[in-house]
């Protein structure tokens, strides 16, 4: 057997690093209290590559946090008593610091340069990491990618480098903003574009995990494609679409069907009239050069569902929305010693988490559970999401569809239309109610009532 040799970076020779943009830092903290602030919010203790300057580093955010003052008499009393002077090289060290008469102008230049040699430092790591985890047969290659992939986006996304701004700054531009938003009234969300919907809720707002719950054929994949043809034609925006239970034909001939308002039926059947051609030439058109996005793998992971945005995000810059259609139906790449309820908590992490790294609202689609249906009130909530703890958890909004045979009327012309119930059952920075969709049973097309 070959033995596995670890590689790791030789500290012989220096790591990336700027000495002087560190201690012109940690000078700065020294001589004015209000730097502190700034540099906590963009700095770590170990962006700093010395030992020694980790340690003052630390200090002065342990006197901050206790609200003393912060001088070199207090800093070295502290040290001295936590018997850490002799660490960071003795109180010449802070003298020095002292004397350094650092230029506050420039401190925003230090932290980006101490940042800089850090995000290479971590860079260098990985490098390393990546070589060994290679090596690992035992573990399968898509977890491996998989980590390396999030650790990589993690690192590019945390540490961007980003201008500091004051607190008047930031007030005058949202007093503007304010201002701007009373004069053309906008949506502060990407609208679904079913009115009593986004007056409640103020759009699907970027970074929010959107639940789409209800009983099979409720419609949840009619209601999704609604939304989706809605983002397509208000913000022309790019729409991905995994779908683990519809084939892409099947999708396409939905979304035709919802357009041109022919049935499905006459559709697959061939059996079109003139008219409908003329429909479906002006749709198709439009389809073509629609940013729509369909994966159909059936064994669909959190990985392909990174791997994917990240392509289509490359090449349009902005996706407007991600639909997973449905949730219990994928599977997680660790789940051989995992309950099923674990394994679903996972996935809905992950997919909260990918609306956040990418800034985007994702909608999965969920099932209801069975023990709905032996209660006399059929009314859906909360804790009727299958597995519902971590969905219920990870949730920023959660719809639900529900078919209120009470709520149904017959002035409709034709007894395909039905009145569903829109169950806001959750909605993390709003109001939670019932509101009243319309929905197409031939065609598979919800709209507003």
Known sequence: MNKIVKFEPNTKNYLPHNFLAEKMILSCMLVNSHVIEIVIKNLTTEAFYFKNHQEIFKTILILHKNKKIIDIITLTTFLQETGKINQIGGIKVLIELINQVPNLV??????KLVKDKFIRRLLIKLGYKIINSSYITNIPLETILNDLDY???????????KNLVSSTDLIYKVFLELQENSINPILPGLASGFYSLDSFTQGFQNSDLIIIAGRPSIGKTAFALSII???LNSSKLPVLIFSLEMSKKQIIYRLLSME?????????????YKTDWIKLNKILKIFSKIPLFIDDTSNLSIYDIRSKIKLINSRYQKIGLVVVDYLQLMQSVESKNENRVQELAKITRSLKNIANDFNLPVIALS??????ETRSDKKPILSDLRESGSIEQDADLVLMLYKNEKSLIDDFSSNSIKIIDLIVAKQRNGP??????KFDQIRTKYSDL
């Open 151 to 161: 650790e990589i986006f993690t690192l590019t996304n945390n540490f961007q480098f």
């Open 260 to 272: 041109t308002n022919i049935s499905q039926l006459r559709l697959r059947s061939g059996k079109l």
């Open 229 to 231: 043809l809605n983002v």
């Open 367 to 372: 099932q209801l559970s069975r023990s709905i």
């Open 106 to 111: 420039y401190l925003d230049d230090y932290v």
């Open 432 to 437: 939670t109610g019932n509101l009243k969709i």
